[in-house]
């Protein structure tokens, strides 16, 4: 694998990893972790989980939203240099939902290689299997997490005429439910998926109000992607 341009200039490698089954991560993504000079992460330990789960040992450096501002500038410097460095999230894609953005942003100012290693991604995997439409999609990530804010950001986008996509929380999925019922009407269906690729992947599809008393008996652990079908919309 060629982890240099022709300048000299090194390359920021934006890997995709997955959202928690690790037989997911693929050997393009692996040959980019085993080449690149350091990996930069969102945690450290989880990412030496992965590395250990390939027999791979390399440098790593934090880069999380606590110190997102300073090391994007420090590690587009590395790129310059001619390192090859590799951002990586927890899981998924770096910079959707997760730190990258500005660090790629700097990149680009700069005029630096940014190449990306496709993969998995919670909200596109959520969409297909949800059997809600996909001709068109709504991603809107987190929601706010001021009851407020979160309903004046569903209220705008109640009538948009596509699937809409977004993660919450263990914490905040009830209410988020409700404010769902509120906003959009208890007939609208809903796709909740929970712990996708793990051991206890769940999907509870059908109109919000019936969904809603699936989740209260069933288990809120673990990490959710919701996807909201258009107005009128039935399976």
């Not at 040992?57 to 590799?86: C, D, H, M, T, W």
């Amino acid at each position: 694998m060629n982890l240099e341009d022709k300048s000299g200039k090194g390359c920021l490698w934006l890997v995709a990893t997955p959202i928690g089954n690790l037989g997911d991560f693929s050997s393009r993504g692996a040959d980019t972790l085993s080449n690149a000079d350091q990996i930069a992460c969102e945690d450290t330990r989880v990412t030496k989980k992965l590395l250990d789960h390939l027999s791979i040992k390399k440098p790593l450096i934090s880069y999380r939203e606590e110190n997102e501002r300073v090391k994007s500038v420090e590690l587009a410097e590395l790129v310059e240099s001619g390192q090859s460095i590799a951002l990586v999230s927890d899981a998924g894609y770096p910079g959707i939902s997760d730190p990258g953005f500005r660090l790629i942003r700097e990149c680009r100012r700069r005029e630096l290689r940014v190449c990306p290693i496709p993969g998995p991604n919670a909200a596109i995997t959520a969409l297909a299997a949800s059997g809600l439409p996909t001709h068109q999609f709504l991603y809107l990530g987190f929601l706010p997490k001021k009851s407020a804010a979160c309903c004046k950001i569903l209220e705008r986008w109640k009538h948009f005429e596509g699937s809409i996509v977004f993660y919450e929380s263990k914490y905040r999925i009830e209410k988020t439910l409700l404010g769902i019922d509120n906003t959009f009407g208890s007939e609208r269906f809903v796709c909740i998926s929970r712990e996708l690729t793990k051991i206890h992947e769940t999907f509870h599809i059908g109109r919000v109000c019936d969904v809603r008393n699936k989740m209260i008996v069933s288990s809120s652990k673990g990490e959710f992607t919701l996807v909201v079908a258009p107005e009128g919309y039935t399976l």
